[in-house]
């Protein structure tokens, strides 16, 4: 039975058929159902939707929608989190093949058309840029890490924009929260209409431009001073496959932020407290969401007035007990009574 419910549902708990749907509502509603009406649903109890009433065998009590909601949401923290695992460990391994490649002099002039290029100062990075530019005919996709986007970062890549804009070039671009609140980006985005898509997440891998999803562009040194050429189409697959995950979990610039359910607790504090409970320092969380250090730890002694923590190690039980580490749903935590947070727009 669960062999062909699987094959007849295939589908997970993000998105129901029309009788699962159904089924799990009537049993939210009415608190069980009988077991006779997920007959026609295995999926139900292959996701753990339904399971049945220990006082009653043949009836079925639903799972939480709340619990359902966690559920999901760590199964996107996961897959977000392994992909920039991934990416960073390809562009670590580019980085140091490149290094060897340096060493032998082998990489010193690459061929034309090579499949990976080390693009060794900025001058040479944007004319492999515009040089992509002009043979885009169809799509580009950007990722944009850091906060808000300075004007100098924006006019830097205008003339390219507008003439991908010119060829009626699609375009989408990536973008952390806190860029939400920078006005040289929405200024940019109102220049360029409905020519560019802009999407938001909490945290994104870091910068990657794809080209006709034929050739894409990655940092190869810390300081952006040199970059990667990427012509191998399993690579450039790979890549566009991390964008259109991330693109799909991201929220669009014209949405706006979902409420944290927590009174007292804003958006970027709660994806500080889940960063805060995987063990990572001020710096690092503020370089993860585009922030400065000082915007981040003024989020964190916000955090730690609205929870009633006196210590780090206290704010982490009550991060735990709230449920923002991510592991259970978020209720109300006890003394949560100032107003919701606004997002504050400082950043380096």
Not at 110 to 120: K, Q
Not at 133 to 153: D, F, H, K, M, S
């Amino acid at each position: 039975m669960a062999g062909r419910g699987a094959e007849e549902h295939p589908h997970g708990a993000d998105r129901l058929c029309a009788a699962g749907d159904r089924v799990y509502s009537r049993a939210v509603r009415r608190g069980r159902v009988p077991r006779t009406d997920a007959e026609t649903v295995p999926c139900l109890l292959e996701l753990a939707l339904l399971h049945p009433d220990p006082d009653d065998m043949d009836w079925l009590v639903p799972t939480s929608p709340q619990e359902v909601m966690t559920r999901l949401l760590r199964g996107v923290y996961d897959e977000v989190s392994e992909s920039q695992r991934r990416v960073g460990s390809a562009v670590a391994a580019f980085e140091w093949y490149a290094g060897l490649g340096r060493q032998l002099g082998t990489l010193a002039a690459p061929a034309e058309g090579s499949a990976i290029r080390v693009l060794d100062g900025l001058s040479r990075i944007q004319a492999a840029m515009d040089e992509a530019t002009e043979a885009c005919t169809t799509e580009v996709l950007t990722v944009q890490p850091g906060g808000i986007r300075r004007e100098a970062e924006l006019t830097e890549g205008l003339h390219r924009a507008l003439a991908l804009r010119g060829r009626g070039v699609r375009m989408r671009d990536l973008y952390t929260h806190v860029a939400r609140h920078g006005q040289g980006l929405l200024n940019y985005l109102e220049l360029m209409g409905d020519t560019v898509e802009a999407r938001t997440l909490d945290e994104v891998i870091d910068r990657l431009i794809l080209f006709d999803r034929t050739v894409a562009f990655i940092p190869a040194n810390t300081d952006r001073t040199m970059a990667l050429e990427l012509r191998h189409p399993a690579l450039v697959e790979y890549l566009v496959t991390v964008f259109e995950r991330l693109w799909r979990l991201a929220i669009p610039l014209t949405a706006p932020l979902p409420d944290t359910g927590i009174e007292g607790i804003s958006h970027r504090e709660q994806s500080i407290a889940a960063l805060l409970a995987e063990g990572h320092q001020d710096a690092v969380i503020a370089e993860r969401l585009g922030i400065s250090v000082r915007t981040c730890r003024a989020h964190i002694a916000r955090l730690s007035e609205t929870l009633g923590a006196a210590s780090r190690t206290q704010l982490g039980v009550r991060i735990a007990q709230v449920g923002l580490d991510g592991h259970r749903s978020p209720g109300p935590p006890a003394g949560a009574l100032t107003a919701p947070d606004q997002e504050s727009p400082s950043v380096r």
